[in-house]
């Protein structure tokens, strides 16, 4: 989600080849020369036996983590596994769950250790789509390109009804639909606007780019979102429309989807009516630093209200029905929704397994990733090849036997895309207890607390790694600020330099779960990655699928992800941690997970 660094290291090469599974063996014995001076050997004695070769030295173990990483990689059958065989798995779901016990097992069957589900919450309701298809059916039959929006409630049978175009710009304009919405589905927003792509939609990261990252500033006290005045507008009309047209008793609402285009549409969670949008105070207002806006309600909540159907379409699709209805057209749709919603267990589920360490073994480095998905597609950048990844480089320690002196401990977390709930309540149980959240998400500032009691694994903690910006491949570290990890860092790429890992940035990167080990002090890391098309086709779409994976970049980044696990795991002390800075006004992260359609 949830980008940085041009300092380009020598590599050091890599000589040695793995040779552990190679057995010596015994050259037959020589040939004696017939002499005529040639003694006949004592008949009490046996011929000598040659001596086995002595073993090769061991390899480097970064050497040798490359190559298990390249020649035995599983990186893309788990990832297979979770997105074609689980499917997505939006948090609360019995598709997250069955994820996170076949990552446990999986774990646990490559020999890792106190492979467990950790539950955290309650988070609310699960929810399932068990059924869909729209279709306009008047005046002439158009197939749509539309997901629900997740936590949207069934239809009753097949609703057959006419659209109307919503154009209100403002709240006054409101008024002029007043009666007129009763049964019907409703356009929500204006057409946007689409254009031709002349750009790829891939892309690697520039030189330019990786060495504006390397200059980038060391981050200031303040962290977080500023939201400009139209953006506060937009989200905050967006707000009283969805109250407005379920107070009216619209029967669906659809929305254009917010970016992609040819029949790729992004998708996430229903709106509540009433609930406020997830804004801080306005800027320079007198309670902008210590007044956190109304609690939002959350469409999972156990008693969130009722819910009007929400779909999201395709631009195109969205866009002609527009531009039908301002033709003078009358449309009618056909639309079938079923969905189920859990309630038995309103707890969700972190994943998390071990490979004991030796001489250090009371002391913990961490990696990771979320595990949950939206639903448009299977979370296939977003974020299980994260999870992949992080597996991967777990099955190659365990495999390599390459016996680590600290522990290091894998966590899959849940509850990542409703506002890092997974992780960061798995911060507050183990390390330290989080800020308060305001608004309902992760704070996104380093916490400065100093009356807030650590619990005994802070202290034993070294360092947090994660992956989640898609299947790129990795480029560097965001140094989060911590600039006494650049020289360790440093040395640490040298061997990845042919593989394209060279940048270190002092800048900050938001938006996923290394937030909540950096908020409460801990050293927390996300990787720098290549963009691939993750802002362009799959980061929330329904294209987050299998196929927009890249094979050769989640083998580098496994590979990269044990080696900077392994080196932490062997230092003599524990990985630097960064001063605490004077405390910032807190920022809301949650914003970023409704940003307005229109």
Same mark, same amino acid.
């Given at each position: 989600?949830?980008?940085?660094?041009?300092?380009?290291?020598?590599?050091?090469?890599?000589? &040695?080849?793995?040779?552990? =599974?190679?057995?010596?063996?015994?050259?037959?014995?020589?040939?004696?020369?017939?002499?005529?001076?040639?003694? *006949?050997?004592?008949?009490?004695?046996?011929?000598?036996?040659?001596?086995?070769?002595?073993?090769?030295?061991? !390899?480097?173990?970064? /050497?040798?983590?490359?190559?298990?990483? /390249?020649?035995?990689?599983?990186?893309?059958?788990?990832?297979?596994?979770?997105?074609?065989?689980?499917?997505?798995?939006?948090?609360?779901?019995?598709?997250?769950?069955?994820?996170?016990? &076949?990552? #446990? =097992?999986?774990?646990?069957? &490559?020999?890792?250790?106190?492979?467990?589900?950790?539950?955290?919450?309650?988070?609310?309701?699960?929810?399932?789509?068990?059924?869909?298809?729209?279709?306009?059916?008047?005046?002439?039959?158009?197939?749509?390109?539309?997901?629900?929006?997740? &936590?949207?409630?069934?239809?009753?049978?097949?609703?057959?009804?006419?659209?109307?175009?919503?154009?209100?710009?403002?709240?006054?304009?409101?008024?002029?639909?007043?009666?007129?919405?009763?049964?019907?589905?409703?356009?929500?927003?204006?057409?946007?606007?689409?254009?031709?792509?002349?750009?790829?939609?891939?892309?690697?990261?520039?030189?330019?780019?990786?060495? /504006?990252?390397?200059?980038?500033?060391?981050?200031?006290?303040? #962290?977080?979102?500023?939201? /400009?005045?139209?953006?506060?507008?937009?989200?905050?009309? !967006?707000?009283?429309?969805?109250?407005?047209?379920?107070?009216?008793?619209?029967?669906?609402?659809?929305?254009?989807?917010?970016?992609?285009?040819?029949?790729?549409?992004?998708?996430?969670?229903?709106?509540?009516?009433?609930?406020?949008?997830?804004?801080?105070?306005?800027?320079?207002?007198?309670?902008?630093?210590?007044?956190?806006?109304? #609690?939002?309600?959350?469409?999972?909540?156990?008693?969130?209200? *009722?819910?009007?159907?929400?779909?999201?379409?395709?631009?195109?699709?969205?866009?002609?029905?527009?531009? +039908?209805?301002?033709?003078?057209? *009358?449309?009618?749709?056909?639309?079938?929704?079923?969905?189920?919603?859990?309630?038995?267990?309103?707890?969700?589920?972190?994943?998390?397994?071990?490979?004991?360490?030796?001489? %250090?073994?009371?002391?913990?480095?961490?990696?990771?990733?979320?595990?949950?998905?939206?639903?448009?597609?299977?979370?296939?950048?977003?974020?299980?090849?994260?999870?992949?990844?992080?597996?991967?480089? +777990?099955?190659?320690?365990?495999?390599?036997?390459?016996?680590?002196? #600290?522990?290091?401990?894998?966590?899959?977390?849940?509850?990542?895309?409703?506002?890092?709930?997974?992780?960061?309540?798995?911060?507050?149980?183990?390390?330290?207890?989080?800020?308060?959240?305001?608004?309902?998400?992760?704070?996104?500032?380093?916490?400065?607390?100093?009356?807030?009691?650590?619990?005994?694994?802070?202290?034993?903690?070294?360092?947090?790694?994660?992956?989640?910006?898609?299947?790129?491949?990795?480029?560097?570290?965001?140094?989060?600020?911590?600039?006494? !990890?650049?020289?360790?860092?440093?040395?640490?790429?040298?061997?990845?330099?042919?593989?394209?890992?060279?940048?270190?940035?002092?800048?900050?990167?938001?938006?996923?779960?290394?937030?909540?080990?950096?908020?409460?002090?801990?050293?927390?890391?996300?990787?720098?990655?290549?963009?691939?098309?993750?802002?362009?086709?799959?980061?929330?779409?329904? +294209?987050?699928?299998?196929?927009?994976?890249?094979?050769?970049?989640? *083998?580098?980044?496994?590979?990269?992800?044990?080696?900077?696990?392994?080196?932490?795991? +062997?230092?003599?002390?524990?990985?630097? %941690?960064?001063?605490?800075?004077?405390? !910032?006004?807190?920022?809301?992260?949650?914003?970023?997970?409704?940003?307005?359609?229109?």
């Amino acid at each position: 989600m949830p980008r940085t660094s041009g300092i380009v290291l020598a590599l050091a090469a890599s000589g &040695w080849l793995w040779t552990s =599974d190679l057995r010596a063996q015994a050259p037959p014995p020589a040939k004696a020369e017939a002499t005529q001076d040639a003694k *006949k050997p004592e008949p009490s004695k046996t011929p000598t036996e040659a001596k086995p070769e002595p073993p090769k030295p061991p !390899a480097d173990p970064i /050497d040798r983590i490359k190559e298990e990483g /390249d020649k035995r990689s599983q990186v893309m059958a788990t990832l297979s596994y979770l997105t074609d065989v689980i499917g997505p798995r939006l948090t609360g779901s019995p598709n997250l769950k069955r994820a996170n016990e &076949w990552t #446990r =097992d999986a774990l646990a069957n &490559w020999g890792l250790e106190n492979a467990h589900l950790e539950a955290w919450g309650p988070f609310g309701k699960g929810w399932t789509l068990k059924r869909f298809s729209a279709q306009v059916i008047e005046p002439q039959c158009i197939p749509l390109i539309a997901v629900p929006k997740a &936590w949207s409630p069934s239809i009753e049978g097949t609703l057959t009804a006419e659209v109307v175009y919503f154009d209100a710009k403002t709240e006054a304009d409101f008024e002029k639909y007043k009666g007129k919405l009763k049964g019907a589905v409703v356009l929500t927003s204006a057409p946007p606007e689409v254009l031709a792509r002349f750009a790829p939609l891939a892309s690697r990261r520039t030189d330019k780019e990786l060495l /504006d990252l390397a200059d980038a500033p060391e981050p200031g006290g303040r #962290r977080g979102r500023t939201f /400009d005045p139209k953006l506060r507008a937009q989200m905050e009309l !967006a707000s009283k429309k969805t109250k407005f047209l379920a107070d009216e008793g619209a029967a669906l609402l659809i929305d254009p989807s917010r970016t992609g285009d040819g029949g790729t549409l992004f998708v996430q969670s229903a709106s509540v009516p009433g609930s406020p949008p997830p804004l801080p105070p306005s800027e320079g207002s007198p309670d902008a630093a210590r007044t956190p806006p109304p #609690r939002r309600i959350s469409p999972w909540d156990k008693d969130a209200p *009722k819910i009007i159907p929400q779909l999201v379409m395709a631009k195109e699709h969205y866009n002609r029905l527009v531009r +039908m209805i301002q033709q003078g057209e *009358k449309i009618k749709v056909a639309v079938d929704l079923a969905v189920e919603f859990h309630g038995d267990d309103l707890n969700a589920y972190n994943t998390v397994a071990e490979l004991p360490g030796t001489d %250090r073994k009371d002391e913990i480095v961490m990696l990771g990733g979320h595990i949950d998905s939206w639903h448009g597609g299977v979370g296939a950048t977003d974020n299980a090849a994260g999870v992949a990844v992080a597996m991967e480089a +777990m099955r190659i320690l365990k495999a390599l036997d390459l016996k680590p002196r #600290r522990t290091v401990r894998i966590g899959l977390w849940s509850g990542e895309e409703q506002g890092l709930h997974g992780s960061r309540a798995y911060v507050s149980e183990h390390f330290r207890k989080a800020p308060e959240d305001r608004g309902g998400a992760a704070s996104e500032d380093v916490d400065t607390r100093e009356n807030v009691a650590s619990k005994p694994e802070y202290d034993k903690f070294s360092a947090y790694y994660n992956l989640d910006n898609g299947t790129g491949k990795i480029r560097g570290v965001y140094l989060q600020g911590n600039e006494a !990890a650049r020289p360790i860092f440093r040395k640490w790429l040298q061997p990845f330099r042919e593989m394209g890992a060279t940048t270190l940035t002092s800048s900050n990167t938001g938006g996923t779960d290394h937030l909540s080990f950096d908020g409460v002090g801990l050293p927390g890391f996300q990787f720098i990655q290549d963009e691939v098309e993750y802002g362009t086709r799959t980061h929330h779409s329904n +294209m987050d699928v299998y196929d927009r994976a890249q094979a050769d970049d989640l *083998k580098q980044a496994a590979v990269i992800m044990a080696a900077f696990v392994y080196n932490t795991a +062997m230092l003599d002390e524990k990985l630097p %941690r960064k001063p605490i800075p004077p405390r !910032a006004r807190p920022a809301v992260r949650a914003a970023a997970l409704d940003a307005p359609t229109q």
